[in-house]
């Protein structure tokens, strides 16, 4: 069981946070392209990948957050724009708060567990989509 499962409006978020378009249809204008059509924020002309059911699915180059190389993007962003020690602040409370501390960091920085170097950063980096689910939850507040 997935524990962090990304949200699109948290995609969305992370996505802006990187600087970047989160594509979505113009309905006023209309591409000749199959596959195509322009976004209603950036103007672009984007390409698109279609459910069978012939609805858009997502748009290419768009990020699932649930990658290493996103979480490494993420991350930098956050150090380069001079978040990141407001993240871990908000992240270390809000893990408290909600006994995350408790039900998984402790479990997991255990010193009595053989491996010694598991302590609250590997946990907090390890799973990427975890890592972008909090930072996204950090981002929403
Ligand atoms: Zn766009």
Redesign the pocket.
């Known amino acids: 069981m997935k524990d962090y499962k990304i949200t699109i409006e948290q995609c969305k978020l992370l996505t802006e946070l990187l600087g ?5 249809v113009d309905p006023e204008r209309k591409s000749d392209l199959w596959t195509y059509c322009y ?6 002309l ?1 390409k698109f990948t279609i459910k069978t059911d012939g609805t858009i699915k997502g ?1 290419i180059g768009q990020r699932t957050f649930t990658t290493d190389k996103d979480k490494d993007d993420v991350f930098r962003k956050l150090v380069d724009s001079g978040k990141w020690e407001k993240f871990g602040d908000y992240n270390n409370k809000e893990c408290y708060a909600r006994e995350i501390w408790r039900k998984e960091v402790y479990p997991y920085i255990d010193e009595n567990t053989p491996n010694r170097e598991k302590n609250y950063l590997t946990w907090l980096l390890y799973d990427s989509e975890r890592f972008n689910v909090l930072v996204a939850m950090a981002l929403e507040e």
Not at 20 to 24: F, G, L, S, Y
Not at 39 to 44: T, V, W
């Open positions: 970047k378009c989160w594509h979505e976004c209603k924020h950036c103007k672009q984007v748009f």
